[in-house]
Each structure stands twice: as structure tokens, then as C-alpha cells.
């Protein structure tokens, strides 16, 4: 169940980078859900705005969480987004979705530490 996910998520999100974290969602294949979105953010993106966000995250490859033989670097654990604003995070997260968390630029310093605490709660 995502939700009960993206609570573990949100609770490691906030005790690791504050008020750096932005927005968790969860990116459905035709859809999303946002789950947490920072108060001083709400007023920034319209519902389109936000949804069209999302939506660029849609063309990236095919996320997996199995290990496979034909993967020399092994299977991919999380897709990193680096962008003027935020990081961006993507877990694959079940077969019909994945996760997104997005986290101020600051977070970057400590980028490896976070995703290795991240996927142990998913």
C-alpha cells in the first residue's frame, strides 16, 4: 500500500532534511497523488502546473526493483533528478507505481546517506 509507504518515507524525509523536504507523491501510470506538499509551495503550482510536473517524470526508463543479469550495474534503485529547484527522487514502488520525493538543493551534500535510509524504508 503506498500509503502506508510514504508515511515511513515522509517520517524518515522530515527527521533527516527538515523543512528541506518539498512534496512526496505517488505517480500512478495515467494519475498521481500528492501526499505531502511544503505549505509555502502551495500557492506556487497550480493543480495543471503540478500535474505537468509530475507528468516529465513519466518518460523516464523503466524503473525495477528486482536485480537482474542483463543490468551490468544491477537493477536501478532510485532515479535521481537534479533541477535548479530541488532534487527529485524516484523509488519504484509495485508494478503500477513509484514514488517521487522532492528535497531543497541542499540535500545533495548528503545525497548518498539519504537514498541508502530512504530505500530501507520502502
Known sequence: MPHETTARLAEY????VNDALRT???VYEGDCEVL???DDLKGEYTAA???SVVDSFRVVPELTSDMTSEAPLG???C???YHEKAFVFQF???ACHSLLLSVEPTVGSRLQSFIN???QRL
Open 92 to 94: 519504484p514502488h509495485e
Open 117 to 119: 535510509g530512504c530505500q
Open 36 to 38: 505531502y506538499l511544503r
Open 24 to 26: 512526496i507523491a505517488v
Open 13 to 16: 524525509a522530515h527527521n533527516n
Open 49 to 51: 502546473e503540478y500535474k
Open 79 to 81: 532515479l535521481i533528478h
Open 75 to 77: 537493477s536501478k534503485q
